[in-house]
């Protein structure tokens, strides 16, 4: 018999290693990742290249605008194993990545019109189950009744030195007290603004990647995910 496609959320903070552990779970469930913290950032890689994100200040007619038309792709490459994001086809993944799009992308992602235009694409994109979405809000707002609902958590330092190496790994050159201030900041920006802070649901499993591997953290949530079906099929 085949299995319920399930939707599960995965929410936390910025470096706990959510994206890892989604596109790990992804591939061993056969379902689709979606990262939507891509989609937040592309927005913001856009806005800055136009000029519509000046010195701090956002023009919203015109990104509303430009929202209208964006067009985001997730595509996973069997021949490098690496999950691609595409903005109106191209890949962006080294552009919005970067020191420069991290910084200005609390701004962007506080913003309500940008956050319901991007929701609704979310659960557009993962209507159908099959899906591991990773994010902020997934639990709370984009899909509030998720199968299964993960919460990560990890030290800022932790976070910070996981996000240090990952960046000088792309040879960006930052210092490490540059990250750690970005992940300070993108902390206390993401669970204070307005439209959607990032909250850990009542029903989310927390999980916290301090001390753990990334294997002992998949098959963690894998015993959740699979106790979660035999309680469906
Ligand atoms: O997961 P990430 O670090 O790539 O996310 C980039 C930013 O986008 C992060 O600072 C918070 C924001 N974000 C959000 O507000 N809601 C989401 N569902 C995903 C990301």
Same mark, same amino acid.
């Given at each position: 018999?085949?299995?319920?496609?399930?939707?599960?959320?995965?929410?936390?903070?910025?470096?706990?290693?959510?994206?890892?552990?989604?596109?790990?779970?992804?591939?061993?469930?056969?379902?689709?990742?979606?990262?939507?913290?891509?989609?937040?950032?592309?927005?913001?890689?856009?806005?800055?290249?136009?000029?519509?994100?000046?010195?701090?200040?956002?023009?919203?007619?015109?990104?509303?605008?430009?929202?209208?038309?964006?067009?985001?792709?997730?595509?996973?490459?069997?021949?490098?194993?690496?999950?691609?994001?595409?903005?109106?086809?191209?890949?962006?993944?080294?552009?919005?990545?970067?020191?420069?799009?991290?910084?200005?992308?609390?701004?962007?992602?506080?913003?309500?019109?940008?956050?319901?235009?991007?929701?609704?694409?979310?659960?557009?994109?993962?209507?159908?189950?099959?899906?591991?979405?990773?994010?902020?809000?997934?639990?709370?707002?984009?899909?509030?009744?998720?199968?299964?609902?993960?919460?990560?958590?990890?030290?800022?330092?932790?976070?910070?030195?996981?996000?240090?190496?990952?960046?000088?790994? !792309?040879? @960006? *050159?930052?210092?490490? &007290? %540059? =990250? #750690?201030?970005?992940?300070?900041?993108?902390?206390?920006?993401?669970? /204070? +603004?307005?439209?959607?802070?990032?909250?850990?649901?009542?029903?989310?499993?927390?999980?916290? !990647?301090? @001390? *753990?591997?990334?294997? &002992? %953290? =998949? #098959?963690?949530?894998?015993?959740?995910?699979?106790?979660?079906?035999? /309680? +469906?099929?």
């Amino acid at each position: 018999m085949e299995q319920t496609r399930l939707i599960i959320a995965v929410d936390g903070y910025s470096s706990t290693g959510k994206s890892t552990v989604s596109k790990r779970l992804a591939a061993r469930l056969g379902y689709t990742y979606i990262d939507t913290g891509a989609m937040y950032r592309m927005v913001t890689y856009r806005a800055m290249q136009e000029g519509i994100l000046r010195d701090g200040k956002v023009d919203d007619d015109r990104l509303k605008h430009a929202l209208t038309a964006m067009r985001f792709d997730f595509k996973y490459n069997t021949r490098t194993g690496h999950h691609e994001s595409y903005l109106d086809g191209k890949q962006v993944d080294a552009e919005i990545r970067g020191l420069a799009v991290s910084n200005n992308v609390s701004l962007i992602s506080a913003l309500a019109y940008v956050r319901e235009v991007l929701v609704s694409k979310q659960r557009e994109m993962g209507r159908e189950g099959g899906v591991v979405m990773d994010g902020r809000d997934i639990g709370s707002v984009v899909f509030p009744r998720a199968d299964v609902k993960f919460f990560m958590t990890a030290s800022p330092a932790t976070r910070a030195r996981r996000r240090y190496e990952e960046m000088r790994a !792309t040879n @960006e *050159t930052v210092s490490y &007290e %540059e =990250v #750690e201030a970005n992940v300070l900041y993108r902390d206390h920006a993401d669970s /204070s +603004r307005a439209a959607s802070p990032l909250i850990k649901t009542r029903d989310a499993i927390e999980i916290d !990647t301090s @001390e *753990t591997t990334i294997e &002992e %953290e =998949v #098959e963690q949530m894998l015993a959740v995910i699979h106790a979660r079906h035999a /309680s +469906r099929d």
